[in-house]
Nanobody, 131 residues
Framework: VQLQASGGGLVQAGSSLRLDCGIS????????VAWFRRPLGKEREFVAG???????????ESVKGRFTISRDNSKNAANTVPLHMNNLKPEDTAVYYC??????????????????????WGQGTLVTVSS
């Protein structure tokens, strides 16, 4: 299984950007998907996640109302999970990672906020927001 985070770049404050998490080797079926980020010199932090059903979408307080994670589990779109980021701020500057968690062992929707619970990680994509 390989995850690929893409879509990062340099943007101005107030701009929008879309990140994509792609998967190869299997589909996202049965997995919750989350985005984390690591600002320069800081620890990695949870940004947003989405359960396999799409019913549960937790967000970090700092991005709530600006970022949106979504998924389309139909056959043609099930290999990508986007993160739409609006009204970007300089403090959003970070390397963004996507990760997946095997949710199939749970009977209800569950999206961990702790990075240690995730099974696979992508390599990260850099987002730089200038003021």
């Amino acid at each position: 299984v390989q995850l690929q985070a893409s879509g990062g770049g340099l943007v101005q404050a107030g701009s929008s950007l879309r990140l994509d998490c792609g998967i190869s080797g299997r589909t996202f079926s049965g997995f919750a998907v989350a985005w984390f980020r690591r600002p320069l010199g800081k620890e990695r932090e949870f940004v947003a996640g989405i359960s396999w059903s799409g019913r549960l979408t937790p967000y970090a307080e700092s991005v709530k109302g600006r970022f949106t994670i979504s998924r389309d589990n139909s056959k043609n779109a099930a290999n990508t999970v986007p993160l739409h980021m609006n009204n970007l701020k300089p403090e959003d500057t970070a390397v963004y990672y996507c990760a997946i968690f095997d949710e199939s062992q749970y009977h209800s929707d569950y999206v961990p906020r702790e990075e240690g619970e995730y099974d696979y990680w992508g390599q990260g994509t850099l987002v730089t927001v200038s003021s």
